[in-house]
């Protein structure tokens, strides 16, 4: 067993390739469980779940889903860069969801380090959804030490953006003392 294993959180988003009006359905009966009594809740409910699991488990490629893509990309430099195991986890509309990764993580280490590119405060799944998933995972393994490596420092994210428009010929005064 490892000591320690990464899990890389991304958004996710639909395939370009996944039927419309399947899609249409989705985010129209998402919107409508917001607001539902407690019996269309019961009913909508389980027609949600079995659209949500289609876009979910729907194949992935860099054409139909670049972010997809893109999101196992960071994954590989970023194993790459730590030597470490990187499982990717997404918040929706991807396979694996959050909490398989979470669980897949906690059956090969000790210790689960887990980071996001959301780098702002203010969104609702890098301060909410994931310390709540976070949480369930720590209840289901509780042999298992979790770390959510999150908010970044505001002048760290500032000085990476600074670095990035370097690279496309920017020139960036140093930073006062």
Same mark, same amino acid.
């Given at each position: 067993?490892?000591?320690?294993?990464?899990?890389?959180?991304?958004?996710?988003?639909?395939?370009?390739?996944?039927?419309?009006?399947?899609?249409? &359905?989705?985010?129209?009966?998402? &919107?409508?469980?917001?607001?539902?009594?407690?019996?269309?809740?019961?009913?909508?409910?389980?027609?949600?779940?079995?659209? $949500?699991?289609?876009?979910? $488990?729907?194949?992935?490629?860099?054409?139909?889903? !670049?972010?997809?893509?893109?999101?196992?990309?960071?994954?590989?430099?970023?194993?790459?860069?730590?030597?470490?195991?990187? #499982?990717?986890?997404?918040?929706?509309?991807?396979?694996?969801?959050?909490? $398989?990764?979470?669980?897949?993580?906690?059956?090969?280490?000790?210790?689960?380090?887990?980071?996001?590119?959301?780098?702002?405060?203010?969104?609702?799944?890098? &301060?909410?959804? #994931? !310390?709540?998933?976070?949480?369930?995972?720590?209840?289901?393994? !509780?042999?298992?030490?979790?770390?959510?490596?999150? !908010?970044?420092?505001?002048?760290?994210?500032?000085?990476?953006?600074?670095?990035?428009?370097?690279?496309?010929?920017?020139?960036?005064?140093?930073?006062? &003392?």
């Amino acid at each position: 067993m490892a000591r320690s294993v990464i899990v890389l959180v991304m958004h996710g988003e639909p395939p370009r390739d996944f039927p419309r009006e399947s899609l249409t &359905e989705y985010f129209t009966l998402h &919107e409508r469980l917001h607001a539902a009594s407690p019996e269309e809740t019961a009913r909508l409910r389980g027609r949600v779940e079995t659209l $949500e699991r289609a876009i979910r $488990e729907w194949p992935r490629s860099a054409r139909n889903d !670049p972010f997809y893509a893109g999101s196992l990309e960071l994954a590989e430099a970023l194993q790459r860069r730590t030597g470490l195991r990187v #499982i990717v986890g997404f918040n929706e509309f991807c396979a694996p969801s959050l909490p $398989e990764a979470l669980d897949r993580a906690a059956a090969q280490a000790r210790e689960v380090f887990v980071v996001t590119p959301m780098m702002t405060r203010g969104g609702v799944h890098a &301060e909410s959804d #994931i !310390p709540r998933q976070l949480e369930q995972a720590r209840k289901r393994h !509780p042999g298992v030490r979790f770390v959510y490596a999150w !908010p970044y420092g505001v002048s760290d994210v500032a000085a990476f953006l600074a670095r990035h428009l370097e690279r496309f010929g920017m020139a960036v005064p140093a930073a006062p &003392e």
